[in-house]
């Protein structure tokens, strides 16, 4: 079992930064695969930026790249996404979340351990 917990969220201009963190407790942090998804009103939730445990390759949605970065402090059993240049569109709940598995994918459905979320919210 899998605990998750994250902070960070909040209110920013566009064109600001936050970082997000991901506490978890309960395994091996450093075995799990990590990620961070986010649901906007009214649509989808969407991966975002993940990272692989096996070769901590990092992959992100082409939506953030070059904005957001994902990290890990396996010694801290911490994620993190740092987020920078936010844009109005980024406004969503954020979630962290890790699955147990070799394998990295970025659908949402693959993942067993979710955090509760954190809202994001960007003004114009």
């Known amino acids: 079992q899998v605990q998750l917990v994250e902070s960070g969220g909040g209110l920013v201009q566009a064109g600001g930064s936050l970082r997000l963190s991901c506490a978890a407790s309960g395994r091996t942090f450093s075995t799990l695969n990590i990620g961070w998804f986010r649901q906007a009103p009214g649509k989808e939730r969407v991966f975002v930026a993940g990272?692989?445990?096996?070769?901590?390759?990092?992959y992100y949605a082409d939506s953030v790249k070059g904005r957001f970065t994902i990290s890990r402090d396996n010694a801290k059993n911490t994620m993190y996404l740092q987020m920078n240049n936010l844009k109005p569109e980024d406004t969503a709940v954020y979630y962290c979340a890790a699955q147990i598995s070799v394998v990295f994918t970025t659908t949402g459905d693959d993942y067993r351990y979710w955090g509760q979320g954190t809202q994001v919210t960007v003004s114009s």
């Open positions: 990272i692989s445990w096996t070769d901590s390759r990092t």
